[in-house]
């Protein structure tokens, strides 16, 4: 099955900043709404940002000025450049190719990669 390996994660004091990768075994990046999600201890796991197949992007409220989701696609990757970090961002965080309907974003896949866990200290 195709593979979404996910890095970049790390331990941050608030107000800093990290890059989360997102490299495709395949193709699935250029090709398909991809979504960045996360699961914080206890929670349930919700999607953070969104780009689009034509390269349009959304974001929750939470992380919209703090959280910018891009995509390189020569290198098969999607992108989640996060700076202002606050602890409440600490959480697993994972990619997956992204649909929408019923007035919500879904993971395509039901299948998940390893993650990259964002540790955020006050």
């Known amino acids: 099955q195709e593979l979404l390996v996910e890095s970049g994660g790390g331990l941050v004091q608030a107000g800093g900043s990290l890059r989360l990768s997102c490299e495709d075994s395949?193709?699935?990046?250029?090709?398909?709404?991809m979504a960045w999600y996360r699961q914080a201890p206890g929670a349930q796991r919700e999607w953070v940002a969104i780009?689009?197949?034509?390269?349009?992007?959304k974001y929750i409220d939470s992380v919209k000025g703090r959280f910018t989701i891009s995509r390189d696609t020569a290198k098969n990757s999607v992108y989640l450049k996060m700076s202002n970090l606050k602890p409440e961002d600490t959480a697993d965080y994972y990619c997956?190719?992204?649909?929408?309907?019923?007035?919500?974003?879904?993971?395509?896949?039901?299948?998940w990669g390893q993650g990259t866990q964002v540790t955020v200290s006050s």
């Open positions: 395949g193709s699935i990046v250029n090709v398909n709404t």
């Open positions: 780009i689009t197949a034509d390269g349009d992007t």
């Open positions: 997956n190719p992204t649909s929408y309907g019923s007035d919500t974003y879904s993971p395509v896949w039901s299948y």
